[in-house]
């Protein structure tokens, strides 16, 4: 999908951008929030066990 950016108005790029950021935030941001919550409770855990 091309799409010629010279024809678009700001507007439009900074939906476009937002649209692409969020896409972009949600694949690659949240498994990596997610694999830290899990890895932190996972190490809270085995604290609580050790004390």
Do not use: H, Q, R
């Amino acid at each position: 999908m091309f799409i010629e950016l010279s024809k678009l108005s700001t507007i439009e790029l900074v939906k476009l951008y937002n649209i692409v950021g969020w896409t972009l935030f949600v694949k690659a941001g949240l498994p990596l929030i997610f694999m830290f919550f899990v890895i932190y409770c996972i190490l809270w855990l085995t604290d609580k066990k050790m004390c």
